[in-house]
């Protein structure tokens, strides 16, 4: 079974600091990975998509990567703020069309 | 619309009552997914159409959950003789028809119905 794990599960800082989400996945034979924000009680947002022969994606600050051999992604943000609060996903399309599989994400707080 | 919208927002139904789920897709998106998201989990897929054909219902926990999607717009998710472990957000989400291949279109997800069975 694919399974996609997120590391740590949570996480506090404060305003200010980098920090870097890690996710891990068992199938290499990917298409894509995707980035997901959920605010609470909310839907999820999409923020950063890797297709398969992509090695990063940037986005103001952030800055997705990743490593297909090794199974692995990370979500840097740089210079956090209180604003970045939310839980973060990590999702990868599959063997099968629609199939897009989820970490259990990292609920992340950054402290004003 | 401006994004996918769900409705109810939220749905209390006593064991055993049947529900129905709906969701508006951004107009126009060809695919429209659904989720299953229990608390503290990340979502699990439930099934995918493409226009009105539902290409994959791989997903579905049981007998008991049925998605349509007759005119490929608005899409409904049913649930007949709710059970307690049915209770969890229920997600919708399209995608952009223009790339060629949906699973490189990033989702637009709806903010959700959450489901509680008493």
């Given at each position: 079974k694919q399974e996609v794990t997120q590391i740590p599960a949570a996480l506090s800082v404060p305003e200010g600091e980098n920090l870097v989400l890690n996710c891990s996945f068992?199938?290499?034979?990917?298409?894509n990975l995707q980035w997901f924000r959920q605010d609470p009680g909310k839907g999820l947002t999409s923020l950063l998509l890797i297709q398969s022969s992509q090695r990063e994606q940037t986005s103001g600050r952030l800055n997705a990567s990743l490593d297909k051999s090794s199974g692995r992604s990370t979500l840097y943000i740089a210079a956090s703020q209180p604003g970045d609060s939310a839980t973060y996903l990590c999702a990868f399309y599959g063997g099968s069309q629609g199939n897009l599989i989820f970490g259990k994400g990292t609920k992340l707080s950054v402290k004003p | 619309g401006a994004g996918v919208s769900q409705s109810p927002r939220y749905k209390v139904a006593k064991r055993g009552q049947d529900v129905a789920l709906r969701c508006d897709p951004i107009?126009?998106?060809?695919s429209l997914f659904w989720y299953q998201q229990a608390l503290g989990q990340g979502p699990e897929f439930l099934t995918y159409f493409q226009n009105e054909a539902q290409l994959d219902k791989s997903g579905l926990p049981s007998d008991r959950f049925f998605a349509e999607r007759p005119e490929g717009s608005v899409s409904t998710l049913k649930i007949q003789r709710t059970q307690q472990e049915d209770s969890a957000v229920y997600l919708c989400a399209s995608s952009n028809?223009?790339?060629?291949?949906?699973?490189?279109s990033p989702l637009h997800f709806g903010n959700g119905t959450r489901l509680t069975v008493t």
């Open positions: 068992t199938d290499s034979a990917i298409y | 107009s126009g998106h060809v028809p223009m790339d060629r291949s949906s699973y490189n």
